[in-house]
């Protein structure tokens, strides 16, 4: 299967075998990953990460997957002492960030960036993150979580919280529909999941529910994935606080919960998961942060050529 020198912009853009490929590729990786075997795939390559708005686990998880392969790192820094400053456009500062590394992992808070970036590119690269649209490697790293602690297979996930400007659920919806998962979307009436992503949804024959209300649905689900109502992506405060609060997962309401079910989140929290959930069988949302690592480096070693 071909990887070599490919993007990797948008979940839409992998079919469901190359998904698989890509996690089998996690899986050979995870005891790299944890530090329990040594890897030299990297060894002589840069992983450039410009990242023009702030991450951490994004940014880490891409570091140390760059450095537990043998790799080195060349980091754009503080965008306020870039070029960027200086008026140069984007597409420069791709052209010219290529003939100093070998793979660019960027981070942009407009839509399309991405895309458009490896229109300008000559080596690969890798959306981490653009506007709330896409975030393809927080959806692998997520389908990996799933897969580890429960099935992918005809799962019957439940996605709450900002639904209307989650970049991450976006992409799971797709990435979940190739394995005929049964979805249903929680969030308060201002936070709907878009329409048009539940309408493809439906064509492809997926079942879908939505409600507001998480004690409907938390004993009929194997997993719950929560996100933070987001403030950078609200253009009205007023919006925000009106529905920051709505939706929380305590220990109270995992009384109802299927015993195996399984709590993921991107991260950061605020207030929608409860510390007292944190001690529970129930949370993987730890775990799914490391997941992170083995992921990326397997996105990383195939896009760079360096694995088969």
Same mark, same amino acid.
């Given at each position: 299967?071909?990887?070599?020198? +490919?993007?990797?912009?948008?979940?839409?853009? #992998?079919s469901?075998?190359?998904?698989?490929?890509?996690? %089998?590729?996690?899986?050979k990786?995870?005891?790299?990953? +944890?530090?329990?075997e040594?890897?030299?795939?990297?060894?002589?390559?840069?992983?450039?990460?410009? $990242? $023009?708005?702030?991450?951490?686990?994004? +940014?880490?998880? #891409?570091?140390?997957?760059?450095?537990?392969?043998g790799?080195?790192?060349?980091?754009?820094?503080?965008?306020?002492?870039?070029?960027?400053?200086?008026?140069?456009?984007?597409? %420069?500062?791709?052209? /010219?960030?290529?003939?100093?590394?070998?793979?660019?992992?960027?981070?942009?808070? *407009?839509?399309?960036?991405?895309?458009?970036?490896?229109? $300008?590119?000559?080596?690969?690269?890798?959306?981490?993150?653009?506007?709330?649209?896409?975030?393809?490697?927080?959806? $692998?790293?997520?389908?990996?979580?799933?897969r580890?602690?429960?099935?992918?297979?005809?799962?019957?996930?439940?996605?709450?919280?900002?639904?209307?400007?989650?970049?991450? /659920?976006?992409?799971?919806?797709?990435?979940?529909? *190739? !394995?005929?998962?049964?979805?249903?979307?929680?969030?308060?009436?201002?936070?709907?999941?878009?329409?048009?992503? /539940?309408?493809?949804?439906?064509?492809?024959?997926?079942? /879908?529910?939505?409600?507001?209300? *998480?004690?409907?649905?938390?004993?009929d689900?194997?997993?719950?994935?929560?996100?933070?109502?987001?403030?950078?992506?609200?253009?009205?405060?007023e919006? !925000?606080?009106?529905?920051?609060?709505?939706?929380?997962?305590?220990?109270?309401?995992?009384?109802?919960? %299927?015993?195996?079910?399984?709590?993921?989140?991107?991260?950061?929290?605020?207030?929608?998961?409860?510390?007292?959930?944190?001690?529970?069988?129930h949370?993987?949302?730890?775990?799914?942060?490391?997941?992170?690592?083995?992921?990326?480096?397997?996105?990383?070693?195939?896009?760079?050529?360096?694995?088969?």
């Open positions: 299967m071909l990887f070599k020198n +490919r993007h990797v912009i948008s979940m839409k853009d #992998f469901r075998e190359e998904i698989d490929y890509v996690l %089998d590729t996690a899986e990786l995870e005891p790299v990953a +944890r530090g329990e040594k890897s030299r795939l990297l060894d002589g390559k840069i992983v450039s990460l410009l $990242f $023009f708005e702030p991450s951490t686990r994004t +940014r880490l998880s #891409f570091e140390v997957a760059t450095r537990r392969l790799g080195q790192v060349l980091n754009l820094g503080a965008v306020e002492a870039s070029s960027v400053m200086k008026g140069e456009n984007l597409a %420069d500062t791709i052209r /010219v960030i290529s003939k100093y590394a070998d793979l660019i992992v960027l981070r942009h808070p *407009l839509d399309g960036s991405a895309r458009m970036a490896a229109e $300008f590119a000559s080596v690969p690269i890798i959306n981490g993150g653009d506007g709330s649209v896409h975030h393809p490697t927080q959806t $692998f790293l997520d389908l990996y979580t799933i580890r602690e429960s099935h992918l297979e005809g799962l019957k996930i439940a996605m709450a919280g900002d639904l209307k400007y989650g970049r991450t /659920v976006h992409s799971l919806c797709h990435a979940l529909s *190739l !394995y005929g998962a049964e979805m249903t979307f929680v969030s308060p009436p201002e936070l709907r999941m878009p329409q048009e992503i /539940v309408r493809d949804l439906q064509k492809q024959k997926i079942r /879908v529910k939505e409600t507001d209300s *998480l004690e409907e649905i938390i004993g689900v194997e997993v719950l994935y929560m996100t933070r109502v987001q403030r950078e992506r609200f253009p009205d405060p919006e !925000y606080e009106k529905v920051k609060n709505k939706l929380r997962v305590t220990g109270d309401l995992l009384k109802g919960a %299927d015993p195996g079910l399984k709590i993921l989140h991107p991260l950061p929290r605020v207030n929608e998961i409860s510390p007292d959930v944190d001690a529970t069988s949370a993987r949302y730890f775990e799914q942060a490391f997941y992170g690592v083995p992921t990326r480096m397997a996105l990383l070693a195939l896009a760079m050529g360096v694995i088969e």
